[in-house]
DNA sequence: TATGACCCTATCCTTTCGGATAGGATAAGG
DNA sequence: CCTTATCCTATCCGAAAGGATAGGGTCATA
């Protein structure tokens, strides 16, 4: 089983490639960047299984992971991530990524779930997918409406609610009143509060 | 040596076990967050090197390194970070940290750095330490008074200027002072962009 | 000693926020 | 049909925020 494994980290790629060789067998090659990736792709013969990482240089998030599922035929492409939330990993998984795979993820089981996508399978942790669903500080999202979120959204760009009436093409003063609910439903005290706690709870 | 290794994620802490036994001939004990590394200190014999994941959970960002420094006398304890900025690993260094790892080293050089550390040295890679430096953008702590970022911490915690006076027990008008030469330095607009801002540049 | 950097206080004024309240329009569901 | 939820508009008012300006104090350094 060959695997491609495109990190910016060369800590963990150096460690990961010897472990997937001493205890998953497997055959694999490296790459640093996006374009890295990209090259080795297009000159070397297939892989069962390409890694890509979410933060590295030149992946600008969902974009290359398309990119990449685009252009290599058939080849398995998934995502690896330190950071990335449950809603980033969906999108993934929607938009073919052979698996999400969260780098709090046991070495063993890395494997298993290699082995897995390998053989065309969709892996994703099933703690990772549901946890940050049924977390009630975490279901921010739910609690709003969708004007609401759109509102929230300009407060974490540092807007005025000048600029996100003109942006969502609506009067000042209804911006004021989803700004005001929305305080309400998501304890901020203020604006700059408001923004913090959408940005921590993975909002945007 | 014996080295302690707190980070929350398994897969890289499971790789990185492996490595430094098969490669470093190094003992090694491992913790998933703050806390449990906290209780292993306490209770284990003494580390030739303890490492912290600078985003684990628990550890809050610098607060956690100094709480360790503080409690584990003697003992080394070194930053590791995937993402951290070259103010963060300065930081950690005055605050008397035994080195900073960034996750794009080898791991090869990683055996090598955590000798040395193990040794009483201090260890940042020096790549690390200068490319960022020329960056103009980033040095934004440098361009700000003690007291301007003592202000500018209390904006990220969505303060009001009232609130901040009575922190800083000075009076409002000159925190609003503060606050507006603050915007010129870090180019904002209102304190919701200041706050994101610092935050973005890893300050606090 | 003089200059400049930094910190503090203060006043004036305008804009923006944030809260309260009162409506109206629409769509979904009992 | 009525209720409820959501989104929109609007006005009023007080409290913050933000900008401009004018000081005074300390301290290090030239």
Redesign the interface.
């Known amino acids: 089983m060959r695997v491609l494994i495109a990190d910016?980290?060369?800590?963990?790629r150096?460690?990961?490639v010897?472990?997937l060789e001493?205890e998953g067998k497997m055959e694999t090659a490296v790459a640093g960047t996006f374009q890295d990736a990209f090259t080795r792709i297009e000159n070397d013969e297939r892989f069962d299984l390409i890694l890509l990482d979410f933060?590295m240089p030149g992946m600008n998030g969902l974009e290359g992971l398309r990119k990449a599922i685009a252009m290599c035929g058939g080849q398995r492409v998934a995502l690896i991530s330190?950071?990335a939330t449950r809603q980033i990993a969906e999108n993934a998984l929607e938009a073919g990524a052979a698996g999400f795979?969260p780098?709090?993820?046991?070495?063993?089981s890395?494997v298993n779930a290699f082995k897995f996508m390998a053989m065309r399978e969709q892996y994703a942790p099933i703690d990772f997918m549901t946890a940050v669903e049924e977390v009630p500080g975490n279901a921010l999202a739910d609690k709003l409406t969708p004007r609401e979120l759109q509102v929230l959204r300009g407060?974490?760009e540092?807007k005025?609610n000048k600029e996100i009436a003109r942006d969502l093409d609506i009067t000042e003063p209804t911006i004021k009143l989803h700004v005001k609910t929305l305080y309400r439903e998501v304890s901020?005290?203020?604006?700059?509060?408001a923004?913090?706690i959408a940005?921590e709870a993975g909002l945007f």
């Open positions: 910016d980290h060369d800590l963990l150096d460690t990961l010897m472990f001493v933060n330190g950071e795979v780098k709090s993820l046991p070495a063993k890395l407060l974490t540092g005025s901020a005290a203020n604006r700059t509060q923004a913090l940005l």
